[in-house]
């Protein structure tokens, strides 16, 4: 049949025993030559070899400048199921399959049309739409039916269904999957689903997955992911499963991988931490985590409208932040069981009680209520001084957790602004904060120096790690001027455009244009913004309205306008208010 077919049992790690990648290589043109290798030892005209490291030699006779054609396909369940993966291709030769990739990946990227800026700025927003885009990855197939099957990497079983693989929710529960509940919702839903999925053959949802659970990273944040969804209307077949799963992530940690569930949930639920001093390192982002995601799920409690008791639980745990903050230092502490703080005690400290940052970049891991840690730290002028000190600050750190200099340190040296450390995940959302104390122009400031000096189209045009594509979602929220600062709200919370136009397509067929003619290099401040015809002086959009589509008319300036988004009708949701 001029097919070499196999399986690869090559894994790192994150699969049951059973393992296989099977796979077809399929030529348009007869073999006149044939061996196999086994171990390194060749054998011409043995077909098969099944041992560690197996290999197919072939061999065509061709005229000079003949191309032989090879049409691959593989599948994680079976031969039977490769072969009917290879039906995907059809008639297609490989210049008409490239160009059907070309005309898809146009059609996801075109949902966002950006108009008035310059080439390097067209380059690099579209470069992190499609990065934005490329996690997580499907692992599901489709069976003779059209229906999703999969093979499971929880358990090694084939089951109906969706799955998806390959992201770490510490980094994109913060705005890449609000990015696919605002424009690709369609696709979100199958992702929802896979989690659902995930819960029943593994009992946890995942944190890290790749393909299967790993250990990586701190945090629930899965209880951000599908609250969020469910919130904005992206909503599983099985919510009684879903709300079961949250359950039991809040009560639990795997027994294999301490990342997923919660680690050190005993304490936290008991103290409302997790202590410094029970040997359980980075408990300080990890109380931080847990507390907004127990206030995700006190969010969609509340949906739910399950008993009352329930609802005040996760209510009360979602202000255990409030735990760590030490008055002394006006930041975020690690703190010991007995209720003493950690000491000796660096805010420039990486690591330690934190995940891959300091308490300067952990402090303002407070997403659902702003207003809380403002209060905290003595009031809107003093939260303010707090957060212009992280630019203030210089670059320095303390690198003696890790022993090294960890890349994420590197590069917040490199990128020159102070302690802000944009190319980790903890302080991304930080700047959009200036628009809950009332100055959304310090804001529209930060977040233009961020797009202009950390993301270039150039070969070192990125500011760290993609993280899953984090990294690029925050370029693409920001550079449309608005952000979800709170995912399992319906807010984004108002940055300044960075072009002249943009479109948004939504599935629901309506479209949203934002349009600020006199935007340019200097005019990066908003002076005035009406949404279809009135006047907007909120710090935040929410999303039903941006569905429905319409026109939000910007008109931009060189110069910060003071008294814009100063009332306090204008600041942007906090649980405290509520």
């Known amino acids: 049949e001029n097919k070499i077919i196999g399986y690869t049992t090559r894994n790192s790690g994150g699969v049951p025993e059973n393992f296989k990648n099977y796979f077809i290589i399929e030529f348009d043109k007869p073999f006149t030559y044939k061996a196999t290798v086994e171990n390194g030892n060749l054998q011409e005209n043995v077909a098969e070899q099944t041992t560690h490291h197996a290999g197919a030699i072939i061999g065509f006779k061709t005229r000079k400048g003949e191309q032989v054609n090879a049409r691959i396909a593989s599948s994680f369940i079976s031969f039977e199921q490769a072969a009917a993966n290879m039906n995907e291709l059809g008639k297609d030769n490989i210049e008409q399959l490239a160009q059907k990739g070309k005309e898809a990946w146009n059609q996801v990227l075109g949902k966002i049309e950006v108009e008035g800026g310059n080439l390097d700025q067209y380059r690099t927003f579209y470069s992190c739409l499609y990065r934005s885009l490329l996690f997580p990855r499907k692992f599901y197939e489709l069976d003779a039916n059209g229906q999703p099957i999969h093979y499971s990497p929880y358990n090694g079983q ?40 995930t819960y029943k053959e593994s009992g946890f949802f995942p944190e890290w997955a ?51 569930g919660r680690l050190g949930y005993e304490y936290y639920n008991k103290l409302g931490y997790v202590p410094y001093d029970v040997k359980i390192n980075e408990n300080a982002a990890r109380t931080l985590e847990y507390a907004y995601n127990d206030w995700c799920i006190y969010r969609l409690a509340k949906e739910l409208k399950r008993p009352k008791k329930e609802i005040s639980l996760f209510a009360k745990r979602a202000m255990n932040y409030k735990n760590l903050f030490d008055k002394e230092s006006n930041l975020m502490r690690g703190r010991n069981e007995d209720g003493t703080f950690q000491s000796p005690f660096s805010p420039l400290k990486w690591g330690d009680a934190f995940t891959e940052g300091n308490s300067w970049h952990y402090t303002w891991s407070v997403f659902h209520d702003p207003q809380g840690l403002i209060d905290l730290m003595g009031g809107k002028e003093m939260f303010i001084t707090m957060m212009d000190s992280v630019f203030a600050v ?19 040296t490199v990128m020159n602004m102070g302690n802000y450390a944009h190319g980790n995940q903890p302080i991304q959302h930080m700047i959009y904060l200036y628009d809950y104390a009332g100055q959304p122009w310090k804001a529209q400031y930060w977040l233009r120096q961020v797009m202009d000096r950390m993301y270039t189209p150039g070969p070192d045009g990125y500011c760290g790690d993609e993280d899953n594509g984090q990294t690029s979602a925050w370029y693409v929220f920001s550079a449309l001027g608005f952000y979800p600062v709170c995912p399992g709200t319906d807010e984004y919370v108002m940055g300044a455009p960075l072009f002249k136009k943009a479109t948004l397509h939504f599935e629901n067929g309506n479209s949203l244009v934002i349009d600020a003619p006199n935007n340019s290099k200097e005019n990066f401040y908003i002076d005035s913004m009406n949404f279809n015809g009135a006047g907007h002086t909120k710090n935040y959009l929410r999303h039903e309205d941006l569905f429905k589509g319409g026109t939000i008319k910007v008109d931009m300036s060189s110069r910060p306008n003071k008294n814009r988004g100063t009332q306090e009708e204008d600041m942007p949701y906090s649980f405290s208010k509520e």
């Open 394 to 412: 210089p670059p320095i750190f303390d690198d003696s957790y890790y022993g090294q200099v960890i890349h994420e340190i590197r590069e917040m």
């Open 158 to 197: 084939v089951l109906p269904g969706y799955m998806f693989t390959d992201t770490g929710f510490w980094d994109t529960f913060r705005c890449l999957f609000p990015l696919l509940n605002l424009m690709y919702p369609s696709v979100n839903k199958e992702m929802q689903e896979g989690l659902i999925n």
């Open 210 to 260: 790749s393909p299967g659970h790993r250990g990586c990273m701190v945090g629930n944040n899965s209880a951000s992911i599908l609250v969020d969804a469910y919130m904005k209307g992206v909503k599983v077949d099985d919510v009684k499963t879903l709300y079961e799963g949250l359950l039991h992530g809040t009560e639990n940690v795997h027994p294999e991988v301490s990342s997923t």
